[in-house]
């Protein structure tokens, strides 16, 4: 059971470069959010979907967008990187709503904007 | 000032010792939950509770709903215990999960 699978591991881009961070859960969850993880900060939520579909802005989503066409894919995208987008990105499921059901994690997008 | 406050931010510790890490938030909530973060990057779940007391293996995470306080507790800490340790509230007026900063431990053999 793979659980959240995150690709790629690294990318380094050069400023105005676009790319598609890529996540999928095998768990059949309907939750999926994408967060990133700044030095010395919390988690910070990007998007979040909750099924197929359907997919909401979270606290800081300027500069990224996020599709929803299956269940099991949430892919985050980076129209025009800019170096405020360096940082590390990780992907999430839960099985419920409400914030009372365990997150899985993906293992992280380490990104570099120079 | 964060919704979500933890402390001590680092800790460093010889192996066998009790190990406390506090969480003080200020929202009401649906659930607190205990992530690990290893040095390797990838985040797991601990504990989600929402009252009392929970214990798997060495660690125990408590909570005090009235105070708005939780600790994670470590007995006979290990070397390969040494992560860093990140307290998140599920927000029960928006029902979207709020991190703290994380606690970074260090356990020295």
């Known amino acids: 059971n793979a659980g959240v699978t995150q690709t790629p591991k690294f990318r380094i881009l050069k400023i105005g470069q676009s790319m598609t961070l890529q996540c999928a859960q095998d768990?059949?969850?309907?939750?999926m959010y994408w967060y990133r993880q700044d030095p010395g900060m919390g988690l910070k939520l990007i998007y979040y979907?909750?099924?197929?579909?359907?997919?909401d802005k979270g606290e800081v989503p300027n500069g990224y967008n996020v599709s929803r066409s299956t269940t099991e894919d949430f892919p985050l995208r980076l129209e025009l990187a800019a170096p405020s987008q360096t940082s590390v990105y990780f992907c999430a499921s839960s099985a419920l709503g409400q914030a009372n059901s365990p997150l899985h994690f993906g293992n992280g997008t380490r990104l570099t904007v120079t | 000032k964060n919704e979500v406050e933890q402390s001590p931010q680092n800790l460093t510790a010889q192996e066998g010792e009790f190990i406390t890490i506090n969480c003080s938030y200020s929202?009401?909530?649906?659930?607190l939950h205990w992530l690990q973060q290893h040095p390797g990057g990838g985040i797991v779940s601990l504990f989600m509770?929402?009252?009392g007391k929970k214990k798997h293996g060495r660690l125990i995470a408590t909570i005090n709903i009235q105070e708005k306080h939780s600790s994670l507790h470590i007995t006979a800490s290990h070397p390969r215990d040494s992560a860093v340790y990140i307290c998140?509230?599920?927000?029960?007026?928006?029902?979207?999960?709020?991190f703290g900063t994380g606690t970074r431990l260090k356990v020295l053999a």
């Open positions: 768990m059949n969850h309907n939750y």
């Open positions: 979907s909750v099924g197929a579909g359907i997919t």
């Open positions: 929202v009401g909530i649906s659930a």
């Open positions: 998140a509230v599920g927000d029960s007026g928006t029902y979207k999960y709020i």
């Open positions: 509770l929402s009252s």
